[in-house]
């Protein structure tokens, strides 16, 4: 049986995307910024195809805009989405807390506990990206052990969206009690209440995003 050699062309237009998709989120390309595909393939060493397709899926996702003229820039932070982009997160990330629970080991919870310990000393260290990562390890937790595809397949769709918020706005957290609020997630899935775990779940999300969209 003769095997096919697996096409590359897929793969470039993947590592492009996911390193455009980094350099956006972490602000690497600021909001507004200018970029042209040209640029970006003689930077990444390759044709403008994988290059282009990587934009258009950026663009389907929001976070990247293009307008007559062939120009294409990193889409501004707009409040107002953003401020419905958490409203959903905290819905989608609520429901694998309510999934979860019911199914949840100790290991799981020792694992949220560890989790939350790297995000208490990121945030003592001023850390922005360790903290993100972090955070979504905690959260990760939930999604993991609810096992559904389509609420990771959402999230992945709408979290950049906020993220960038985040980093753009990170001396604002430190105010934040995401860690206690954690601490007492942590408690309720011990407990095994899966309503008041997904409660304070959603809750911990909308916090986050009151501060995130507040007005300066």
């Known amino acids: 049986m003769k095997i096919i050699k697996p096409l590359e062309r897929p793969v470039l237009r993947d590592q492009i995307y996911e390193y455009l998709k980094k350099a956006i989120i972490t602000l690497e390309l600021a909001p507004g910024q200018r970029i042209k595909d040209s640029d970006l393939a003689a930077d990444f060493g390759v044709s403008r195809t994988p290059v282009r397709e990587a934009l258009k899926r950026l663009e ?36 694998a807390a309510r999934l ?33 990562e972090a955070d979504d390890a905690f959260h990760q937790v939930f999604l993991e052990v609810c096992g559904n595809r389509e609420i990771d397949l959402a999230l992945e769709r709408i979290v950049p969206k906020i993220r960038r918020l985040e980093f753009a706005k990170f001396s604002s957290l ?11 997630i942590i408690e309720a899935c011990k407990a095994q209440d899966a309503g008041k775990a997904a409660q304070l779940t959603e809750e911990n999300w909308l916090s986050l995003g009151r501060v995130l969209t507040a007005e300066s």
């Open 60 to 95: 389907d996702e929001g976070l990247v805009e293009s307008a007559p003229g062939s120009l294409t820039r990193i889409s501004p932070i707009h409040m107002q989405e953003a401020k419905h982009a958490f409203t959903v997160v905290a819905t989608l990330h609520a429901l």
């Open 100 to 132: 979860a629970v019911p199914v949840m080991s100790e290991q799981d919870c020792a694992d949220m506990e560890e989790k939350n310990r790297q995000l208490a000393k990121a945030m003592q260290e001023k850390n922005m990206i360790r903290a993100v």
């Open 174 to 184: 430190e105010g934040l009690r995401s860690v206690e609020q954690h601490v007492a």
